[in-house]
């Protein structure tokens, strides 16, 4: 079994800074590429920031400048640095990674349950 753990979400003001963390944990032979994901309700999942095993990143439009993503191979855990937070920010973040578990012989993608991320004033 695999599982991935998210944390950091809540409630900031608009302008302000959250970081969130996912870390995989159980029967992991190697973890692929991660990311973070975020869906609002009634609306398709969509990619907020990816990392490759060996650090390369990817963003969508709307973060670009504002959030970071990093990992940590040794630790298989995964960060996102979100500073200048908007309104329109705030909504649930899902951590994804591809990961091939022990005596396994493909790749699956996993998903964390979500964390919440609320912008307000």
């Known amino acids: 079994q695999v599982q991935l753990v998210e944390s950091g979400g809540g409630l900031v003001q608009p302008g302000g800074s959250l970081r969130l963390s996912c870390a995989a944990s159980?029967?992991?032979?190697?973890?692929?590429?991660m990311g973070w994901y975020r869906q609002a309700p009634g609306e398709s999942r969509e990619l907020v920031a990816t990392i490759t095993s060996i650090g390369n990143t990817n963003y969508a439009d709307s973060v670009k400048g504002r959030f970071t993503i990093s990992r940590d191979n040794a630790k298989n855990t995964v960060w996102l640095q979100m500073n200048s937070l908007k309104p329109a920010d705030s909504t649930i973040y899902y951590c994804?990674?591809?990961?091939?578990?022990?005596?396994?012989?493909?790749?699956?993608?996993?998903w964390g349950k979500g964390t919440l991320v609320t912008v307000s004033s």
């Open positions: 159980g029967s992991i032979y190697t973890v692929y590429n």
């Open positions: 994804n990674a591809a990961i091939m578990r022990y005596s396994a012989f493909a790749v699956a993608d996993y």
